[in-house]
């Protein structure tokens, strides 16, 4: 422990300060900004969509279809989808926007990832064995994982992720309770059954594919081919978009990890300690915040991940000076930089060996 | 065959935007071109505004044209849109049938209390305003006509009663009022109640204030006019709870009164009868949100929403008192009370509405 139980208790206080902050001018201006993103995320996705299909005068205009209808489904996934889902607009009591009603563009079914991604990696951020997000029981990240042969080839697992990552993720939930393959683990209990999980996995992706690859090519007539590899290129920008994101949140080269032995019995001071510790920022314009979903702003968000992310960037000016008046390590850096490590820890734990990345809390 | 098609166009509609309507997800692009359009409700247009009495605000609404009209008695649900955030309140329409046929609107008869989220608003509402309004809604209405009712009103339980009244075009029993108010100048209608009883003689209307006449006066006035009679009994809690047991007491069948409860409910007795251990205040409930377990300690003197709302959770909600259903949740186990009749609910899964709900027991809830 570095810190004392006194000095938890007063971070504690100081954080959830600056939680009751926002909380308590959260009004018509975050309700403005929310519908003026869906706004924009619906007329590109719709815009995109016809644009896909006019490539007959000019395959530039395909091409400005396919951007526009992947920032489309950037937008819904990570600004709105991913922060919805948290909760951040239930406030605004509005049909479309809360966390019960919302269903997003991604494989993924709302309600799995509210499971795993909500609840399992927000709890348990980066606890070995406890948070499934750290390596997505893919990829070897630190030297708390034995080295195992597929290891050696997991810069190519990380690469194929990445192209599917809306698949990975909706898969997620199965993966972890064995509803497939594999031997049922003793430890894990579920909420839902496995032929719920598997019902939720099957609609839910079967939806996305009839939409993007029977339904608009279908209606595209001899366009179709255009529109076709139009969907699957934006579908697989958005993928490598959110992939890198969200690697750049957790698997930095400074992000620490935890044992379970660590982490029982521990205070919401302590939480806030781990969630500090375990996620990692970077910098860069407004536009590429919104466009992260303001997973830029990782640490603001593991601590505060009911606030709505606008209010991220300034957040994170004041956790930032809590953090110094603590000496607790804040994890930020550019975009370029942070990945940069992140590319490096998959690389160098693909090989046997390695520090470990557990650090005494 | 409707059900089917019913279902494709729903999944159909989840399938292209992962919504289940497609106004739903055009409704950001809609609203540029509609403000105030939102789906599942209609819209009203405020065309009038002023106060009946110091407190009862009257407003007018120009409906739109889909809403389908209701049955005098009948309540809506006005939702405003303020600060960012939609809520909403039920309020009985006050108007005739005849205004809604003949200009399209209807009116509100709105008791304001100063330092409440909502009614303070109204006030603030300015003429052409659009709001939102939900179908007509509730089973209060005169049902027999033709038979002789009383009709008992206290405070704001005039406004469904007295559009009952002044909509009846054909009168063929006769029908006698009870009006309980608190001194002249605050009893809303009170003119128009007036009008309708010099005009018809069918029609008696027997003012009580309660400045001057004690409630036992007024009970044991109508008591002896109660047997075999359609009554209608609407207003505060605690006045309708003491009336009906007189009724009740004098003889008169349940099933002849027909009630309508709005306003705060009666705090609910402690249950110590069902755990034993009634100095024991809250109950550990879980609460289930977009995925993640929140522990809170609930009162089991207060609802569940407020228990959720007080520990930071936003769970979807509307008029908080039983009426408009949007606080629905998924119960997963344990058994809460309902506020307004005490009635016990089951211990395994099933649906509450949280802002009439007390834990009884341990709870998990989905929000």
């Given at each position: 422990m570095k810190l004392t139980i006194e000095q938890f208790s007063a971070l504690e206080h100081e954080l959830d300060t600056v939680k009751q902050q926002v909380k308590a001018q959260l009004g018509e201006q975050d309700a403005r900004y929310i519908r003026r993103v869906l706004l924009v995320q619906r007329l590109s996705a719709i815009s995109g969509r016809i644009l896909l299909v006019l490539g007959f005068i000019t395959p530039w205009l395909w091409l400005v279809g396919v951007l526009l209808l992947a920032l489309g489904k950037i937008l819904d996934n990570m600004e709105i989808g991913h922060n919805v889902l948290h909760g951040q607009y239930d406030w605004m009591n509005d049909p479309v926007l809360h966390s019960k009603r919302y269903e997003w563009d991604i494989a993924c079914d709302a309600g799995s990832w509210q499971r795993t991604h909500n609840f399992e990696h927000h709890t348990y951020t980066n606890i070995i064995g406890k948070d499934r997000d750290f390596g997505y029981g893919l990829l070897r990240l630190s030297n708390d994982f034995r080295w195992r042969v597929r290891n050696l080839w997991q810069g190519g697992t990380y690469l194929l992720l990445s192209m599917l990552f809306q698949w990975g993720v909706s898969y997620h939930e199965l993966a972890a309770q064995r509803v497939f393959a594999g031997k049922k683990k003793a430890d894990r209990h579920s909420q839902v059954s496995d032929s719920a999980l598997k019902k939720a996995f099957f609609s839910k992706g079967a939806r996305q594919l009839i939409k993007d690859y029977l339904f608009f090519p279908l209606i595209a007539g001899p366009m179709w081919l255009w529109v076709l590899s139009g969907n699957l290129l934006a579908n697989l920008i958005r993928n490598l978009w959110t992939s890198t994101v969200i690697f750049c949140g957790h698997f930095t080269k400074d992000v620490h990890v935890f044992t379970a032995a660590q982490c029982e019995n521990e205070s919401r001071g302590q939480w806030y300690y781990r969630q500090m510790l375990g996620s990692s920022n970077f910098t860069g314009p407004t536009w590429l915040h919104i466009l992260t979903g303001h997973l830029s702003c990782q640490i603001e968000h593991h601590l505060f991940p009911d606030i709505p992310a606008r209010h991220y960037p300034a957040m994170a000016k004041q956790v930032q000076a809590i953090a110094a008046k603590y000496a607790i390590p804040y994890n930020t850096g550019s975009f370029v930089r942070q990945y940069s490590t992140v590319f490096g820890r998959i690389m160098r734990y693909s090989l046997p060996g390695g520090g470990k990345a557990v650090k005494a809390l | 065959m409707k059900p089917l098609l019913k279902r494709l166009w729903r999944a159909f509609c989840m399938m292209l935007g992962n919504q289940p309507a497609l106004s739903r997800y055009l409704l950001p692009i809609i609203q540029q071109f509609s403000p105030g359009f939102l789906p599942g409700h209609f819209r009203a247009r405020v065309s009038g505004k002023y106060w009946a009495t110091a407190d009862m605000l009257q407003l007018t609404f120009r409906v739109s044209k889909r809403w389908q009209g209701f049955m005098p008695g009948q309540h809506i649900l006005l939702t405003l849109r303020h600060n960012g955030r939609y809520i909403s309140r039920p309020f009985s329409i006050c108007s005739t049938l005849a205004d809604w046929q003949s200009t399209r609107s209807i009116a509100l008869c709105c008791k304001v209390t100063s330092g409440a989220e909502f009614t303070p608003l109204l006030n603030q509402l300015q003429n052409e305003t659009v709001v939102n309004i939900s179908a007509a809604q509730g089973d209060f209405h005169w049902q027999q006509p033709a038979l002789p009712a009383l009709f008992i009103a206290a405070g704001s339980g005039i406004t469904p009663i007295a559009s009952m009244l002044l909509s009846?075009?054909?009168?063929l029993a006769p029908v006698s009022l009870y009006y309980r108010y608190r001194g002249s100048e605050n009893a809303a209608l009170l003119v128009q109640l007036k009008q309708l009883a010099s005009r018809q003689h069918l029609f008696t209307l027997t003012l009580s204030d309660s400045r001057v006449e004690p409630a036992a006066d007024m009970t044991n006035a109508l008591l002896p006019q109660a047997k075999d009679k359609q009554i209608y009994l609407c207003g505060p809690a605690g006045f309708m709870q003491q009336i009906q047991q007189r009724l009740t007491e004098a003889g008169?069948?349940?099933?002849?009164i027909h009630k309508e409860q709005f306003g705060p409910a009666l705090p609910a007795i402690p249950c110590e009868t069902i755990t034993g251990d009634a100095d024991e205040s809250a109950r550990q409930t879980t609460f289930i949100r977009a995925g993640s377990p929140h522990q809170v300690a609930a009162s089991t003197q207060h609802s569940l929403l407020h228990a959720a709302e007080q520990h930071g959770l936003t769970p979807s909600f509307g008029c908080r008192m039983g009426v408009c259903f949007q606080c629905v949740c998924d119960k997963v186990s344990g058994q809460v009370r309902d506020i307004r009749t005490g009635a016990l609910s089951g211990n395994g899964a099933e649906q509450i509405q949280l802002c009439i709900s007390q834990p009884v027991t341990e709870l998990v809830i989905k929000l």
């Open positions: - | 009846q075009r054909h009168w008169v069948a349940l099933c002849t």
